[in-house]
């Protein structure tokens, strides 16, 4: 999903949710009356407020005729040139009512109904431009807005599928300075099962762009929903009183109501956060409290450890209690009284579940790999992370990548017994130029996980990865005994696919999951590799064969 700058802000994922305060016909007439209604908007944390910019003759004809009559709706009886008489903006108001928004720090700009409506807006140099549900079918319209170089926000009430296709194109054909579409249902007021809010992540998945809602229900549940879903952008009626009527008055939001809603959503975009696996650091305190194996009775050097002796208890200073059915029946190296918490040092003789914790250095024909250390958090490393035609490929992270978020990454894997993390060096030059990973290395089920990167693209297509993945495999399964390595690759990765079927990799099954750098759903393929299955590149013929130097 793209970002779009509106006014003074940068709209998209990651970033705070733009509150548009709609003033509509909520000002009954009177410019002292939108003026307070800007404040309020202010008073309230709204980003911006919006007017609609048309006059009951360029939106419809003065005529009795039945079709001109409204019925369903809460104007049941009307017709349309009466209510867009007593709802419209009087077109001399919109630039001191700008100029109120200004003053107050609030983006100012409106729904133009009609040409001559974007060409007095244009003179204001408003932002941005809403097109209403109802005129998404008005491809002239859309791409008169467009080509004015603004930002266009389309409302989707009402609208099928090819339409929106439609709307999408002609903007983007005529030269909009950006999309969001604003995900809505156009019954005044909407029921909340009509809203449909999943909508809102295919969307933006099916197109690329921002995308928000334009919210028409009572209460505010539903806009909060719907940036939990990933709306980056909410518009919702403002009015000073409901009891004072008008013809938006029932879906309206009272300005106490509007500041709980921005309080709401705020307080849902701060708990949505990032992905992100881990403790955070409020969590760090009760980490420590986890379960972990520990000596309950005084143990003897060279005794047998037995269920008796050793248990699964908290807090969390000792091994992890996985590794007891391997360690049951081992030996103690030393005097171990009750309390202890067990570390590997204690366990003598379980080869099984020996941590990794030697680094070692692995050479081939063309590549070597040594282990990644926190000095390779170098500015090549983040521009790596953040080269689009590198982060396609990535199955997770969270972008843009900084030194710091590097450096975190990087930390990781220090004195790690369940991970692995090497530089991938093009011998010839010395070049560092990509990393490669062993990771969640279980040893006693004897299995783990394995990633590659290679970041500079000019040594991409030349089986580098294939060498440098042989080189971990071949140390995973020979010297670290593993049984089964696991790997994942974006389904359009063919290269990589196709470098890990070479080494025997067999696939075992796909599933979606979004794709953070472009804000997609994408098919991900995990591939599995049985020890006994490995194709070993013919540099490594015998296990024998593999040249390893112990840092």
Known sequence: MTSLRLGRRVIGPGRPVYVVAELSANHHQRYEEAVALIRAAAAAGADAVKLQTYTPATLTLDCDRPEFHLGGTIWEGRTLYDLYGEAYTPWEWHAGLKGVADELGLDFFSTPFDPTAVAMLEELEVPAYKIASFELVDLPLIAGAARTGKPLMLSTGMATLEEIDEAVAAARAAGAGGIA???????YPAAPTEMHLRTVPYLAARYGVVV????HTLGHEAAVAAVALGACIIEKHLIRSRADGGPDAAFSLEPAEFAELVRAVRTVEAALGGVRTGPTPREEASRRLRRSLFVVQDVAAGERFTAENIRSIRPGHGLPPKYLPAILGARATRDLPRGTPLQWEHVDGVATADPPVARPFLQGVRVALRPLTLADATPTYVNWLNDPAVTRYLEVGKFPATLESVCAYLATFENNPTAL????????????IGNVTLNHID??????????????????????????????LAYAFDRLNLHKVVAGAIAENRASIRTLEKLGFRPEGRFRAEKWVEGRYVDTVRLGLLREEFQRPAFLTAPAALPVALS
């Open 443 to 472: 040893p006693v089920h004897r299995t783990a996980d394995t990633g590659l990167l290679i970041g500079e693209k000019s040594f991409w297509g030349q089986g580098l990865a294939y060498e440098a993945w042989g080189l971990l």
């Open 421 to 432: 993390a090497f530089a991938i060096i093009e011998r010839a030059s010395g070049q560092h």
């Open 181 to 187: 579409l604003l995900h809505c249902n156009s019954g």
């Open 212 to 215: 928000g809602l334009s919210d």
